[in-house]
């Protein structure tokens, strides 16, 4: 029964050679990874990326945001009305056509 729990040679060395495998680098990544999640992003990047964004946010004119949603507003108004008199017809268009 003891020698059941000594360990095999053969089992030994098997284990010895796993750990002798190379370990993928993080930085490197299979061929699959990349082609299903793009390449990884390096951290110069995620920086640049990030001022970027700061700049954009700074560059927004936001009066000329709310005259655009002023005007879209008023453009919804205007055209309630004739959406009301379509909307008759579209649905009698769907009953005809089911």
Known sequence: ME???K?????KSKVNE???IPE???EEDDPFTRFMFGPRRRPSERKTQNNHSKNTVDQIDYMLLMENIDMLLDSAK???PL???ITPFINQFIKKNK
Do not use: G, R
Request: hydrophobic share 20%; net charge negative; charged share 45%.
């Open 18 to 20: 796993s750990k002798d």
């Open 3 to 5: 020698d059941s729990h």
């Open 78 to 80: 205007q055209l309630k």
């Open 24 to 26: 993928i680098d993080e």
């Open 7 to 11: 360990e095999n040679p053969e089992v």
């Open 83 to 85: 959406l009301n008199k």
